[in-house]
């Protein structure tokens, strides 16, 4: 089956300042990769996805690189506010259609004021 | 446009007894999954559901777990004969067939 390997575990940076957050998945299979904000207590929220048929995506502050020979997907955030303070997923599904996701173990972002 | 809700939002049952956790799915989504997440941790796949059917179920424990999505009414994730390490949030989420959605999750505490 499908694993995700996430990091790192936790990440503080100085508002003002870009966060990187990286992924790994092992299934060659795989072709959607969705990030997910998850704050203390809530649902989590996805952010940004992104389709095998594509390496890169941006959403405003956000953005999402994919490398597919390589199999890994990083998370990009620019011009971090403390409202970025959360806890990130990344997942990856189990090889096409709709599956159930598989996620990595999260990264803990401290935006620093 | 209601989201993904899920009902109770916090349950407390003692060892043995059973647990029911409801999941209605947005407007127009066919697709449910549920997951698990223990604290400090991440969420971790159980099954997926389109009406009636149960598509992958590969995620849940054999025992003492089912989950069905009737043609009417809510997904339901039932929990039988709990015990304290089935203490977790339980969150579903749908989609139309793209992105997942989560609800607000059920925070199940055995006693």
């Known amino acids: 089956g499908e694993n995700v390997e996430q990091h790192p575990s936790t990440l503080s940076v100085q508002e003002g300042d870009s966060a990187v957050i990286k992924c790994t998945y092992s299934?060659?299979?795989?072709?959607?990769f969705p990030w997910y904000k998850q704050e203390l207590g809530k649902r989590p929220q996805l952010i940004i996805d992104?389709?095998?048929?594509?390496g890169e995506k941006k959403d405003q502050r956000i953005a999402v690189t994919l490398n597919k020979t390589a199999k890994h997907f990083s998370l990009h955030i620019t011009e971090t506010q403390p409202e970025d303070s959360a806890v990130y997923f990344c997942a990856a599904n189990s090889g096409g259609g709709a599956d159930g996701l598989t996620f990595g173990k999260g990264t803990h972002l401290i935006i620093q004021p | 446009n209601a989201g993904v809700m899920q009902n109770p939002r916090h349950l407390v049952r003692r060892r043995g007894q059973e647990a029911r956790l409801r999941c209605s799915p947005m407007k127009g989504h066919s697709h449910v999954y549920w997951y698990r997440q223990l604290p400090e941790e991440g969420l971790k796949f159980m099954v997926y559901l389109q009406k009636e059917n149960i598509i992958d179920e590969s995620g849940m424990p054999k025992e003492r777990f089912s989950a069905e999505f009737p043609k009417e009414g809510p997904s339901i994730l039932r929990i039988q004969q709990v015990v304290r390490g089935d203490s977790a949030a339980y969150f579903c989420?749908?989609?139309?067939?793209?992105?997942?959605?989560f609800g607000p999750g059920t925070r199940l505490t055995v006693l």
């Open positions: 992104i389709r095998s048929n594509v």
């Open positions: 989420a749908s989609s139309g067939g793209g992105g997942q959605f």
């Open positions: 299934d060659s299979a795989s072709n959607y």
